[in-house]
């Protein structure tokens, strides 16, 4: 049994202007694809088989498997970029809202301190926001890591590969963790995880 691609939840255009339907083809249907495709290669006929997305990545960060690790880590970490995105992203509303203001002093400081773990990631990586105990916190990931092997709760990530942006915006990586702030989180998604933690 293999992994499929996840499906996206909107249009490959439907980011646009902030996201360009190329950039989605080719880092959905390529570089996501990629991910799913190595994975399926290294577990198919082994004990893995059948396993959820989340034992293998525990399994192979066990094991010390880092290609396995990478490929299925990556896999996850796409499947919850997408699904941070909406094409009719709203503000963070109830009682995520309310942590927002007590972790962060508000959606705007939240956004600042976004943005400067989303730009200071040096490399590849990923920025998220955590539930962390109680609370929210900010942090970044290196190349496939993710908070699910430190006992964090996602809520939300972005995606700082340069092939998340590159195609778009070139170099500027701030200026596409700027748009992924104002224009495409989907706080919907991010209450969802908060409520489920
Ligand atoms: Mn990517």
């Known amino acids: 049994m293999s992994f499929e691609l996840m499906a996206l939840p909107y249009a490959e255009d439907a980011l646009e202007p902030h996201i360009s339907a190329n950039t989605m083809s080719f880092h959905y249907g390529k570089h996501h694809k990629g991910y799913v495709d190595k994975m399926n290669d290294a577990i198919n006929g082994t ?29 996850w970490n796409h499947d919850f970029f997408w699904k941070s995105m909406s094409p009719g992203s709203t503000a963070p509303s109830g009682d995520l809202a309310a942590a927002i203001d007590k972790a962060f002093g508000g959606v705007e400081e939240f956004g600042k301190a976004f ?6 990631q040096f ?28 006992d964090k709760t996602a809520l939300l ?41």
């Open 157 to 197: 990530t972005c995606d700082v590969w340069e092939h998340a942006y590159y195609l778009d915006y070139q170099n500027k990586r701030d200026a596409f963790v700027d748009v992924f702030l104002n224009n495409l989180i989907n706080w919907d998604f991010a209450q969802e995880n908060w409520e489920n933690r």
């Open 115 to 120: 943005k400067t773990c989303a730009t200071g």
């Open 123 to 150: 490399g590849s990586g990923w920025a998220w926001l955590v539930a962390d105990g109680d609370g929210l916190a900010v942090m970044g990931t290196a190349n496939a890591d993710l908070p699910l092997v430190q």
């Open 47 to 75: 004990d893995m088989d059948g396993m959820s997305l989340e034992e293998v990545i525990a399994k192979a960060k066990k094991d010390g498997n880092q290609g396995l690790f990478n490929s299925a880590a990556q896999t």
